[in-house]
């Protein structure tokens, strides 16, 4: 669940206050009034689900608790109490906010990898591919990524090092391949 009612706890004097949630792309928006129901409805809290520690169930005996905890400088952040209307609304408000999330940081991780990676014709980064094969069962595709990101960085560094040496361009990306493929075990790629 990404929008809906909920009440929030207050810290100030312990009330529940009833509140409209709302996620449009990585911000989660508290609203007094829902806005498709009330022209008059406006923004009370902003939180940018990227920059939270967790969003979890709470057991303390009343049903449909669930608390979102920003990251904050010393982690003692106690988080935003929430009560939904049930516990299998709290479930779904939990997994729901949660996928948004996870979804958001592989986003801003992807576009930070795509904006340093180098182009994909490059030899270098051939070399980097063959030895993120031995990363096959890496935990998600977004590790590879970078696997052969940094990868392909320390290729480009050894290119670097033995381009300072006198001999033709040719030759001397392949001294560098074999010695990455030595350092590494891994197969160089064909020209």
Request: aromatic share 8%; net charge positive.
């Amino acid at each position: 669940m990404t929008s809906g009612w909920v009440l929030r706890k207050v810290k100030q004097n312990d009330k529940w206050v009833r509140r409209w949630l709302e996620v449009n792309r990585h911000v989660l928006y508290s609203y007094q009034a829902c806005p498709a129901e009330s022209a008059q409805a406006r923004v009370i809290n902003m939180l940018d689900l990227r920059k939270t520690r967790e969003i979890k169930l709470v057991d303390n005996g009343i049903a449909g608790l669930f608390c979102i905890v920003p990251v904050s400088a010393d982690n003692a952040h106690p988080g935003y109490l929430m009560r939904a209307d049930t516990a299998t609304s709290a479930e779904e408000w939990v997994a729901g906010l949660n996928k948004v999330r996870q979804q958001e940081l592989e986003k801003e991780l992807l576009g930070d990898a795509q904006a340093m990676a180098p182009s994909k014709d490059d030899a270098a980064f051939e070399l980097a591919l063959s030895y993120a094969e031995k990363y096959e069962h890496a935990s998600s595709s977004i590790h590879q990524r970078w696997v052969v990101f940094f990868e392909h960085a320390l290729v480009r560094e050894v290119l670097r090092s033995v381009q300072g040496e006198a001999a033709p361009g040719d030759l001397k990306r392949g001294e560098a391949q074999r010695k990455i493929s030595s350092l590494f075990h891994v197969r160089a790629p064909r020209a």
